[in-house]
């Protein structure tokens, strides 16, 4: 596969213009509260359900985000145009609240302690925040703002068509990679949350649910074709954006040839629902793995809690098969499973952590926040409120030592 | 820099077992071990102390005088003990400087690290490993000294390895000066090369399996669960996630659990197919049935629940602690614990 990625970065644009001319038709939504923040703003985003960075595919827009928003055309190839160092914003409040997320606040500080926290308090932000119609259930209004995020976003992106971009990136990836004679292969094998409405990454617009251990072109990745629709702890999940940004990804594109052979990228379900399905996915993971001649892995999590018995499970199957490993996961005061197999470990912070009190002068997604609190007097809030803080894909630097 | 010393009622020179009884007492300035340390450098501005039995079976009122005692003082650091491999010493070490801590005063002890002070700091005050000994009072108090003498001038202290004192089991945040996705690769690529290293290691309890049954006709059997079941409504306001408490409802002549009068408030799973059937996170229909068959002599009256989501572990091994005491005294020999 061969993607152009065309970098177009935000302050080239007039954002505000297209902004302006951003239009939502959906009868599940009643109204979208639309504003732009900068990086250094003293503002908190509320109720942050993703980030989207805006792409368009410019031959063929209806294309974009396959099977979530666009046309199924595979993504990963062609051109694509990104607008670089901006993120569409979906903020939702649930209307009546069917699942206990009163503890899964999800925030964005522009400025203060927490936007170390957090990729999206460095980029420019169009915010989105929906409000559902009249007696819309929350998995009909939650599949509204999903769409409408990834329609604004390519929308956005349109924005760059016809114009020059300021770099264009070339990638190319053919699953097995290659590399010299006598580098080790290296296989990613990614989890992807699927454990119910409102708990769902997509995949060309569908969920992971009875989906076993597959390779997906990691260009693909970059490239829309993982959507964000998990609400969990937003420390630990991973947003639409951190797959169109992977450092994982990127990092293991980069090395590709010299350091080792990226032998490919493997998509698992996270949040098997039964041990047998658990165990099956791990065992499937590694059958992999190994038919793609990795010599170690790296296993990621999303999200946490029993996702973090997929991420242990996956490492045993792959040691016992004589594949080396490394997990990625975050720590939750301490971790949440462990097998001895897992000799080596990369903690990405501690998610309990508190980041201390900031009082920003603005908020936007929501006054209040899900456990009553006023968000600009919210006092410390820790460390897994923030998206993406312990991003388990290793987008941050963060990591939790002993004390 | 105002430092207060805790002892026991020997080491502040009042006596061995026969004055264990004794209530707190204070005594200004330095006794004992705290003379070590103000040689040290450490000035203890006050000693206050109690009986190691006294302690014990008057907890409440010991830690209410010694607490009131700090609460007069404001010192900018607890030293306590060295209490070395004392059970009950180093207990009360262990309790007044978690209590100290919390109050925001530094606390340092010193005691052996199999002592049940450790635990029962909770994480909360730093603990200067010794031998069991008294003849580890040398080596000791400079570490003590040192620590408590940082922590008085408001310093931050490194890492347990840096700093020498015991892994308090709490993660503190630092940047890496790399992100994750990076570090993951380059922990592979060593590994491949045969220098496995981890940026954490497992802390786990290992619990050995128990014998079996004696005789399971006769045994009583408890039904435990942490799948957040709870009566309909949830009366009791059990918590879906970081419960800090555990419940008990009682089942005696009820033979099942049934849809619409039991179901589960726990936030870290899709509850809706079991709700239909209670009986899944309780399993009493099974354990009626054993009963009748005769496979277990009978089933206690009560099941206990509690949510096992984010609840962190030391709050479930209170949990289990507390819980496993009143089956004991129950006379219960078997629990079927179902986890989610």
């Not at chain 1, 203060?112 to 998995?139: H, I, K």
């Not at chain 2, 300035?29 to 008057?58: M, N, R, S, W």
Request: one cysteine or more.
């Amino acid at each position: 596969m061969r993607l152009e990625l065309a970098s177009y970065p935000v302050g080239t644009l007039d954002l505000e213009n297209a902004v302006a001319r951003l239009e939502f038709r959906d009868p599940r939504i009643a109204s979208v509260d639309v504003a732009v923040v900068e990086p250094g703003e003293s503002v908190r985003l509320t109720h942050v359900l993703d980030a989207v960075e805006p792409h368009v595919k410019p031959d063929d827009p209806a294309s974009t985000f396959p099977g979530a928003l666009g046309t199924l055309h595979p993504a990963g190839s062609g051109r694509t145009n990104r607008i670089a160092g901006a993120a569409v914003i979906a903020c939702a409040d649930f209307p009546a609240e069917e699942r206990p997320l009163h503890e899964q606040e999800s925030l964005i500080d522009m400025a203060g302690p927490g936007a170390a926290y957090s990729r999206l308090s460095a980029t420019t932000n169009v915010v989105l925040t929906f409000q559902p119609a009249d007696g819309v259930g929350n998995e009909d209004f939650e599949a509204a703002v999903r769409e409408t995020k990834l329609r604004a976003a390519r929308d956005l992106a349109s924005l760059t068509i016809g114009k020059e971009p300021e770099a264009v990136e070339e990638l190319d990836y053919t699953l097995g990679g290659t590399g010299r004679e006598g580098v080790p292969a290296v296989a990613l094998l990614l989890q992807l949350s699927s454990l119910g409405p409102l708990y769902e990454i997509y995949l060309y617009g569908t969920t992971l649910d009875g989906f076993q251990p597959a390779p997906v072109n990691p260009l693909e990745l970059l490239d829309g074709a993982l959507t964000g629709g998990e609400y969990h702890w937003a420390g630990l999940r991973n947003s639409t954006y951190s797959f169109q940004n992977s450092a994982l990804v990127r990092e293991l594109l980069a090395g590709n040839g010299e350091r080792f052979r990226f032998a490919g990228l493997v998509a698992c379900r996270g949040y098997n629902q039964s041990a047998k399905d658990k165990e099956r996915a791990a065992m499937l993971a590694a059958k992999v793995a190994g038919e793609l001649g990795a010599d170690g892995v790296i296993v990621t999590t999303d999200a946490g809690g029993n996702s973090h018995t997929d991420t242990m499970l996956t490492v045993r199957a792959c040691e016992r098969a004589g594949i080396r490993t490394v997990a990625m996961v975050a720590e939750m005061g301490g971790l949440t499973d462990h097998v001895p197999e897992a000799d080596a470990i990369v903690s990405v912070g501690n998610a309990e952590e508190l980041v201390p009190e900031w009082r920003p002068e603005r908020v936007l997604g929501g006054d209040v926040l899900l456990d009553g609190r006023r968000a600009a007097e919210a006092g410390p809030v820790p460390v897994r409120n923030y998206l993406g803080a312990v991003c388990q894909m290793g987008d941050m630097d963060l990591r939790a030592v002993a004390a | 820099m105002k430092v207060v010393h805790y002892l026991n009622q020997f080491f502040a020179g009042k006596g061995a077992e026969e004055l264990a009884g004794l209530p707190p007492f204070r005594i200004e300035g330095a006794v004992g071990p705290g003379k070590g340390l103000e040689q040290l450098g450490l000035p203890i501005a006050l000693t206050i102390a109690c009986g190691d039995d006294y302690f014990g079976e008057h907890e409440d009122l010991a830690l209410a005088e010694l607490l009131r005692w700090l609460d007069e003082e404001r010192p900018d650091a607890l030293v306590c003990g060295p209490s070395f491999g004392s059970g009950r010493y180093g207990y009360a070490c262990g309790i007044l400087a978690r209590e100290a801590t919390n109050r925001g005063i530094p606390a340092v002890c010193g005691m052996d690290p199999e002592s049940p002070g450790v635990i029962a700091t909770e994480g909360a005050a730093y603990i200067v490993p010794t031998s069991t000994n008294v003849a580890g009072m040398r080596d000791a108090l400079p570490s003590i000294a040192s620590l408590a003498a940082r922590l008085a001038a408001g310093e931050e202290l490194a890492g347990p390895e840096e700093e020498g004192y015991l892994p308090r089991g709490l993660r503190r945040n630092e940047r890496a000066g790399a992100v994750g996705a990076a570090r993951a690769i380059d922990l592979l690529l060593a590994k491949l090369g045969g220098d496995t290293r981890t940026e954490v290691a497992a802390r786990f309890d290992h619990v050995p399996p128990p014998p079996p049954l004696r005789a399971a006709g006769e045994a009583t059997l408890a039904l435990v669960t942490e799948a957040g079941c709870v009566p309909q409504g949830n009366p009791d306001g059990l918590p879906t996630i970081r419960a800090a408490a555990w419940l008990r409802y009682p089942i005696a002549g009820e033979h099942l659990l049934r849809e619409g009068e039991y179901e589960s408030v726990h936030g870290g799973f899709d509850v809706t197919a079991a709700n239909r059937d209670p009986n899944r996170f309780v399993p009493l229909d099974a354990a009626r049935l054993l009963e009748e068959e005769g496979r277990i002599g009978r089933l206690h009256d009560v099941f206990y629940t509690t949510t096992g989501n984010g609840t962190p572990v030391a709050v479930s091994t209170k949990f289990g602690q507390e819980i496993a005491e009143e089956l004991r005294d129950a006379g219960v020999e078997a629990v079927i614990l179902s986890g989610t």
